[in-house]
T-cell receptor
């Protein structure tokens, strides 16, 4: 069965610092991978997706993620964090044999001045 | 940019009552989904719907739950007899194609509180 692990429950970074949020997945074949962001009281906004091809994918708001098959990882990165990036970040995995997205438990990002 | 819209934003219901959560998916999308997020927990898949029938459902989606597309624009989730443990944020999502081609776009959710 698919599973997604986000090892960090909370992360605090200073504004302007770089960010990396970790995501590991468990799935037999090539997964479809997603990062979503949820601001307080808001829904889930898609940041980026990986289906196939180039393993480094660019998303909105200056985010990128790299698919590493050998490490079963899909970590999210941003070179310089802005205060508005404070939110909950969810990694999700899907497969071509189903419709469901399987979400990780999320990482809460706090940005300090 | 087209959005998935959900109403109401907050629903308070007495235990045992029926509740209907409403969603308007993105207009040219064909696949529809419901997820829920219990406070402090991860987002969980409930059901997917395509071509007027359920295409996949999770163990959570038992006989108390049903989905319907009553017209060309709305997609609803009904809980027949609510329980305290149904309290959660319910998200509707839609996609233009299946999961292998297009991502799912989510609404802002309906917070369901069961008293």
């Amino acid at each position: 069965a698919q599973s997604v692990t986000q090892p960090d429950i909370h992360i605090t970074v200073s504004e302007g610092a770089s960010l990396e949020l970790r995501c590991n997945y468990s799935y037999g074949a090539t997964p479809y991978l997603f990062w979503y962001v949820q601001s307080p009281g808001q829904g889930l906004q898609l940041l980026l997706k990986y289906f196939s091809g180039d393993t480094l994918v660019q998303g909105i708001k200056g985010f990128e993620a790299e698919f590493k098959r050998s490490q079963s990882s899909f970590n999210l990165r941003k070179p310089s964090v802005h205060w508005s990036d404070a939110a909950e970040y969810f990694c999700a995995v899907g497969s071509n044999s189903g419709y469901a997205l399987n979400f990780g438990k999320g990482t809460s990002l706090l940005v300090t001045p | 940019e087209p959005e998935v819209t959900q109403t109401p934003s907050h629903q308070v219901t007495q235990m045992g009552q029926e509740v209907i959560l409403r969603c308007v998916p993105i207009s040219n999308h064909l696949y529809f989904y419901w997820y829920r997020q219990i406070l402090g927990q991860k987002v969980e898949f409930l059901v997917s719907f395509y071509n007027n029938e359920i295409s996949e459902k999770s163990e959570i989606f038992d006989d108390q739950f049903s989905v319907e597309r009553p017209d060309g624009s709305n997609f609803t989730l009904k809980i027949r007899s609510t329980k305290l443990e149904d309290s959660a944020m319910y998200f509707c999502a839609s996609s233009g194609q299946g999961i292998s081609n297009q991502p799912q776009h989510f609404g802002d959710g309906t917070r369901l509180s069961i008293l």
